[in-house]
């Protein structure tokens, strides 16, 4: 006789497999019934290349606004307000952050003060996609004369001036502070999550004709006992009175399990650094791979992302930069120096950089109010 701990182990192994048996089952259903398949993203990233001894970055990563504050005091002050340098950065935060002539916050502020030389990524290879349709790096109708990369797979012409911008911030790295927390607040408060609904599919192997929602989920990550991401889970849509808050729909297609959609611009919701945001990225594309078990997916999203919109997020990072070793002033001034899509027509010049995100995802069931799916209903 199963004693209880046997016999909850035991219930557990079968709800897994009855569960995994279901989605299998749903992934094997007939080409000639048109299914959908969801996904929550669980993991995302400023999609960059990091080599083992930082080669992109040779004159290293860039200082950030306490070495540049406790550099620019005198040596008694410095003894003083770091206590001879035990105080730590995060206690010395609201000293430094204060270095404007007037005391000015310089996140708040970032002109201020003359921003020093911004280090930029210097390696030749970079994760993204061709946005403009250049090879060479010369100016289009939507973009700015560049420098572009070569992609990780050997395509030519790849824009991504945001990891060229951010790619030498230690905390905008994979394993820096800023991207870490991000992920990790999405994960401990369920807040800005993402969902993709991949509807229309016919075979989930090879499909010329899809579509690609995205939404914002208003549940919690469902994780297990060892706090990983649970796929099958169900998750509703953000829709006050009945409408999505956030939807964006491409058109794509399946290649060999893999999901890619045609460029448009999108609204894709963020939550990281207890900041929100509406991420709009134009020209916006997604690369999806499906996992063979479908359980699972990982990808790349790669569009032009507002300048503006990425400087109010960096300059609201607040006391977080302590430990991501960054500074305000010279990203902002860099940050329209690299831009390289979509020019002011007064001004001729850009205001979007190219960028590319890497993310994983678990396979999730997308639950839509019950006012969207009557108001389908009624529309056939």
């Known amino acids: 006789m199963l004693d209880l701990n046997q016999r909850s182990k035991s219930l557990s192994n079968w709800w897994t497999a009855g569960t995994m048996a279901a989605a299998v089952a749903l992934l094997a259903a007939s080409p000639a019934q048109a299914k959908t398949l969801g996904f929550v993203l669980t993991i995302w990233n400023i999609a960059q290349v990091e080599t083992k001894f930082i080669d992109e970055c040779p004159e290293g990563f ?10 620019g005091l005198s040596k008694d002050d410095r003894a003083k307000y770091t206590d001879n340098g035990l105080r730590t950065r995060l206690d010395r935060y609201f000293n430094a952050i204060r270095r404007g002539p007037n005391k000015e916050d310089v996140c708040m502020n970032p002109t201020a003060v003359a921003a020093p030389p911004h280090l930029l990524v210097e390696g030749k290879q970079s994760y993204g996609l061709n946005l403009d349709g250049d090879t060479e790096g010369k100016a289009g109708a939507n973009s700015c004369a560049h420098e572009n990369f070569e992609g990780v797979d050997g395509t030519k012409g790849v824009d ?24 990790e607040n999405r994960k401990s408060n369920g807040n800005g999550m993402t969902l993709f609904e991949i509807t229309n599919v016919d075979d989930v192997k ?3 004709d899809v579509t690609v929602n995205i939404y914002r989920a208003i549940d919690p990550y469902t994780l297990d006992g060892a706090g990983q991401f649970t796929p099958w889970a169900s998750y509703r849509i ?4 009945g409408k999505p808050r956030y939807k964006t ?9 893999v999901v890619l ?3 448009g611009d999108s609204n894709v919701p963020f939550y990281g650094n207890y900041t929100y945001m509406n991420q ?13 078990d479908g359980a699972s997916a990982k990808g790349m999203l790669a569009g032009y992302y507002d300048v503006d919109q990425l400087l109010f997020y960096v300059t609201g990072l607040g006391p977080i930069q302590s430990t991501a070793i960054s500074d305000c002033p010279a990203i902002h001034n860099a940050a329209y120096k690299v831009a390289d899509g979509y020019p002011d027509p007064n001004t001729g010049k850009c205001t979007s ?15 839509h109010p019950k006012k969207e799916v009557e108001s389908a209903s009624a529309g056939k």
């Open 62 to 71: 860039n200082i950030g606004y306490d070495e540049l504050w406790w550099r």
């Open 160 to 183: 991504n001036q945001m990891y060229r911008l951010l790619g030498c911030v230690y905390g905008f790295r994979s394993y820096g502070q800023f991207e870490v927390n991000a992920n």
């Open 206 to 208: 090879n499909d010329p």
């Open 238 to 241: 953000d829709a006050p009175d």
């Open 249 to 257: 729909t491409l058109k794509g297609r399946i290649e060999n399990g």
């Open 261 to 263: 959609t045609e460029a």
């Open 280 to 292: 709009l990225i134009r020209d916006m594309r997604v690369r999806l791979e499906i996992s063979d």
């Open 353 to 367: 950089l190219s960028s590319a995100f890497n993310f994983k995802a678990v396979a999730a069931f997308i639950v």
